[in-house]
């Protein structure tokens, strides 16, 4: 077993509680990450869908106005910012879930593990 394995592994003595393990420092250390990685991505998501509503209410002529110079074209400005607050939803979804993933989700295990049965 290696050393970072035997650091995940609960000591057999190191059982808590429900209440333990809820006022324990992990936990709260947990619950404090997961509200700040989540407030981070929904003040980029905010800041990006409201900008975006922001620049459509303040310059209609402007996000009205055709992408190219060249007659007939009909793709106006807005059509590629609204595209662009729509991925930018996606993106910080998939940025949620990744980390979710890859730090959320095994350190809520191993907090399980620590509970008693």
Do not use: C
């Not at 981070?40 to 975006?52: D, K, N, P, T, W």
């Amino acid at each position: 077993m290696s050393t970072a394995s035997k650091l995940q592994q609960p000591d057999a003595g190191a059982k808590k509680s429900a209440r333990e393990l809820i006022d324990s420092p992990d936990f709260k250390a947990l619950v404090k990450k997961r509200w700040t990685v989540s407030f981070s991505l929904l003040a980029v998501l905010f800041v990006g869908y409201y900008g975006y509503i922001l620049v459509v209410a303040t310059n209609k002529e402007w996000v009205a106005s055709t992408v190219s110079s060249e007659p007939g074209a009909v793709v106006t400005v807005g059509i590629p910012l609204g595209i662009g607050a729509i991925v930018l939803a996606w993106v910080l979804t998939a940025i949620y879930v990744w980390w979710a993933n890859a730090v959320y989700d095994p350190e809520v295990q191993r907090l399980k593990d620590q509970l008693k049965h």
